[in-house]
């Protein structure tokens, strides 16, 4: 992972293959940015990363949630 690609994603970032929550960023060397959920980050990060800067947050998929306060 690459930390000078923060801010992290959140819930609005979506994919932009499909729609679906990014975990994936890629900020491509010529300028812009691509978004990805995990499994079209999986197809397409081979290619891209000759090219492209990549963040990924797909670890996120794996913890476990955190319990909201009990008042």
């Given at each position: 992972?690459?930390?000078?690609?923060?801010?992290?994603?959140?819930?609005?970032?979506?994919?932009?293959?499909?729609?679906?929550?990014?975990?994936?960023?890629?900020?491509?060397?010529?300028?812009?940015?691509?978004?990805?959920c995990?499994?079209?980050?999986?197809?397409?990060l081979?290619?891209?990363?000759?090219?492209?800067?990549?963040?990924?947050?797909?670890?996120?998929?794996?913890?476990?949630?955190?319990?909201?306060p009990?008042?």
């Amino acid at each position: 992972m690459n930390a000078t690609l923060a801010p992290e994603l959140t819930a609005h970032d979506r994919c932009d293959r499909c729609g679906a929550q990014a975990y994936i960023r890629a900020r491509l060397n010529g300028g812009g940015e691509l978004l990805f959920c995990a499994h079209h980050g999986r197809q397409h990060l081979s290619k891209l990363r000759d090219h492209a800067e990549i963040h990924d947050e797909t670890e996120r998929l794996s913890e476990p949630p955190v319990a909201a306060p009990v008042d």
